[in-house]
């Protein structure tokens, strides 16, 4: 008796070390990591003033991070979605408009490019940089840079990613989704994610 629950232990605990994918820390993607894009500086911008064109105005975001507007002056753009904007706008407009609406549309997001890249570094067989796309996911971001070397300690990969004002790291198990298939950690990748492979230690 004592010697079958001895093995039933052990059958326990090895087959809950077989898989390294069961994770309790898992990434979720919110609406605003995939879409909420902060204005930076040299982004190209249309503001729109409801029935009032005159107003209304094509201009670039300068690198002190403001804009020029008509009536209110410099406005900090930098840092603020076009939500915020069109808000602080809008309270600007609000002395000389009666209820003044506002629109911003970024037309040229040169600085979003940078800021939403995804990258990997470390034991991969060429460490790159790549512009977000919706749905990208590690494999797809591993395989675009050429796989992991022969050195590369694939299980012990992390992802960072700033969440708030803080970083988190989740891991990732990435021997497991190479070759096992097995794809718990095969996370869908939000902008700015950073993903990288440790080399084994000899």
Known sequence: MKNWLFLSFLVLLFSGCASNS????????????????????????????????????????????????PLIGDVVAAGHTTKELSANL????????????????????SSGEYLRRVRV???VAKPLSLPHQQ??????LVLEAGGLTEFASGNKSKLF???????????????????????ETNYILAPSDVVTVPERSF
């Open 22 to 69: 069961a994770v309790s820390k898992i990434p979720t993607l919110t609406t605003a990591t995939e879409s909420e894009y902060t204005i930076g500086v040299g982004d190209q911008l249309a503001v729109q003033v409801w029935k009032s064109p005159e107003l209304s105005l094509n201009v670039p975001v300068r690198p002190d991070g403001k804009i020029s507007v």
């Open 90 to 109: 809008a309270q600007g407009f609000s002395e000389y408009v009666r209820n003044a609406q506002v629109t911003v549309i970024v037309l040229n997001p």
């Open 121 to 123: 570094t470390g034991a």
């Open 135 to 140: 749905g990208i996911t590690v494999l797809d």
């Open 161 to 183: 990613r700033r969440v708030g004002d803080k970083m988190e790291v989740y891991p990732i198990y990435l021997d497991d989704i190479l070759q096992k298939g097995q794809l």
